[in-house]
């Protein structure tokens, strides 16, 4: 079956270290695959995207690794802060530009000061 | 960057009653609009694709007739739940894309109670 899993349901790290997020996807064949960040009571805001040929993403503070082989994406935030607090979804995108994202459950993070 | 906005962003109405909820796209045309769901702590579940000008595309086990999604104008698509239960409680979340973008913005989401 097909299946999207992000390791951690939660994951706490002190401010200034590197929050790593994994996530692992099983039969499919993603031609794209996003992060996004979704506050309590809010839509999800979208962070990074990064393309099937492509290995790794920047911006900012964040670093997206997209592995097709392995059929993981990794999330990495360095320096975190506890703004950065949060749960961050993966979602893939199967086919084509415009088409609908499969999501998985998301890592909510938490960032102690 | 590209904005989506839904309305209303709460709603509480009582079983049997109808409920309509906007998604617009405020700076950019969408000729697609997607409508997910998601219950406390699970993920984003996709509802329907929403097409301007033709019928919408629900996923497996939606029922149509119950959410009726109309997408009149390259800005707007609508959510209408229909004879809302209890168990239609829930977060909906609309997003939308620029035609010939690879990103999707999502609203803020509309919660819906119902009594």
């Known amino acids: 079956s097909q299946k999207i899993e992000q390791n951690s349901e939660a994951l706490n790290i002190q401010e200034g270290k590197t929050a790593t997020l994994t996530c692992n996807y099983t039969?499919?064949?993603?031609?794209?695959l996003q992060w996004y960040r979704q506050d309590p009571g809010r839509g999800p805001v979208f962070l990074l995207l990064?393309?099937?040929?492509?290995k790794e993403k920047r911006k900012e503070r964040l670093k997206v690794t997209f592995d097709t082989t392995l059929k993981q994406s990794l999330f990495h935030i360095t320096a975190s802060q506890p703004a950065d607090s949060a749960t961050y979804l993966c979602a893939l995108q199967i086919n084509q530009a415009g088409t609908a994202l499969i999501f998985g459950k998301g890592t909510t993070l938490s960032v102690s000061s | 960057g590209a904005v989506v906005s839904q309305h209303p962003s709460w709603v509480i109405c009582k079983s049997g009653t109808s409920v309509k909820i906007e998604c617009r796209s405020l700076?950019?045309?969408?000729?697609?609009m997607f409508w997910y769901r998601q219950f406390p702590k699970q993920s984003l579940m996709l509802m329907a694709t929403?097409?301007?000008?033709?019928?919408?595309?629900?996923e497996q086990g939606v029922e149509k007739d119950k959410f009726l999604i109309n997408h009149a104008s390259l800005t707007l698509s609508t959510l209408t739940v229909t004879s809302a239960h209890p168990e239609d409680s829930s977060f909906y979340i609309c997003s939308a894309g620029p035609t010939k973008g690879d990103t999707q913005y999502f609203g803020p989401g509309t919660r819906l109670t119902v009594l």
């Open positions: 929403s097409n301007e000008g033709s019928k919408a595309t629900y």
């Open positions: 039969n499919y064949s993603p031609a794209y």
């Open positions: 990064i393309r099937e040929n492509e």
């Open positions: 700076d950019f045309q969408a000729t697609t």
